[in-house]
C-alpha cells in the first residue's frame, strides 16, 4: 500500500533562495532511495509564506528507512535552522 507524506513549511521571502537550493538538494537525495514514486511541491495562494511538498512512496517502512537516512537529516537540519522551525510531517495511506 503506497503512503503519502504531507510536508508543510512557513517560508520566508528573505530566505527563498537558499530554501530552494536545499530543496533542490534535498530532492537530488530523494530520488535515489528505494521505493520513493514521486513528490510535487505546491505553493498556498491565499498564505504565501506557506508550501507544502507532497511526496508518494511505496510504503510506510520506505519512508521511515528515508526519514532515517542521515543525508536527509543533515539537509533537513539546514531547512529547519534556516526557517526557524521544525518541518511537519503527515504520513496517509492512499
Known amino acids: 500500500m503506497t503512503v503519502k507524506i504531507l510536508i508543510k513549511r512557513k517560508v520566508s521571502t528573505?530566505?527563498?533562495?537558499?530554501?530552494?537550493?536545499?530543496?533542490?538538494?534535498?530532492r537530488s537525495l530523494t530520488v535515489t532511495q528505494p521505493g520513493y514514486i514521486s513528490g510535487e511541491t505546491l505553493k498556498r495562494i491565499d498564505k504565501k509564506d506557506e508550501c507544502m511538498v507532497i511526496s508518494t512512496w511505496r510504503s510506510a517502512e520506505d519512508w521511515n528507512n528515508w526519514i532515517k537516512n542521515e543525508k536527509r537529516i543533515a539537509v533537513q537540519n539546514e531547512i529547519d535552522r534556516l526557517l526557524g522551525q521544525e518541518t511537519t510531517y503527515a504520513v496517509y495511506e492512499t
Not at 528573505?14 to 534535498?26: A, M, P, Q, V, Y
Open 14 to 26: 528573505d530566505n527563498i533562495l537558499e530554501l530552494t537550493s536545499l530543496l533542490k538538494k534535498l
